[in-house]
C-alpha cells in the first residue's frame, strides 16, 4: 500500500479554488493525452474526480487504467495530483463526481451517460 500523500491546509485551499487543470493520461501506444478538465479533490479519500462522457478519449484511456495526473497552475503557485486511473459509470460515484465539481465551479448540465474518472492520489508535486 502506497503511503498517505501529504497535502497541507494551503494545498487544500487552492484545490478548492476555481482554476481549471490539465488532466494527463496515456493513450494505448503509451503517449500522453493531455486536455484541460474542471475536477475535484476529495482529502478523506485521496480521490481526484473529473467527469466526463463515455465516449471521450480521456475516459477510454481510463479504462484501461494505468497512472494519470492533474496539473493545477496559478502563476507561481502549482499542484500535480498523481496516482493510478481508472473510469466508472457506477451512478454513486458519478454522483459524487458531479457534487465535487458543483461545489467547485458550477452545477453541470444533466447528461444520462455521464461517466467520471477517477484518480487514486499516491504522488503529490507541487507548491501552493
Keep these: 500500500m502506497s503511503p ?31 486536455v484541460p478538465v474542471g475536477f475535484s479533490y476529495d482529502p478523506e ?7 466526463t462522457f463515455p465516449s471521450s478519449v480521456k475516459y477510454k484511456n481510463a479504462l484501461r487504467g494505468g497512472r494519470a495526473v492533474v496539473s493545477q497552475v496559478d502563476g507561481g503557485r502549482w499542484l500535480s495530483l498523481e496516482g ?8 454513486t460515484r458519478v454522483a459524487a463526481a458531479v457534487a465535487g465539481y458543483a461545489a467547485r ?24
Design 4 to 34: 498517505t500523500p501529504l497535502i497541507t491546509d494551503e494545498m487544500l485551499a487552492f484545490l478548492r479554488e476555481y482554476h481549471l487543470a490539465s488532466l494527463t493520461t496515456l493513450r494505448r501506444d503509451g503517449s500522453p493525452h493531455v
Design 84 to 91: 493510478t486511473v481508472t473510469g466508472t459509470d457506477d451512478p
Design 105 to 128: 465551479y458550477r452545477q453541470p448540465g444533466e447528461r444520462e451517460d455521464r461517466v467520471s474518472i477517477e484518480i487514486a492520489v499516491d504522488r503529490v508535486l507541487g507548491r501552493a
Design 45 to 51: 479519500l485521496h480521490l481526484v474526480r473529473i467527469i
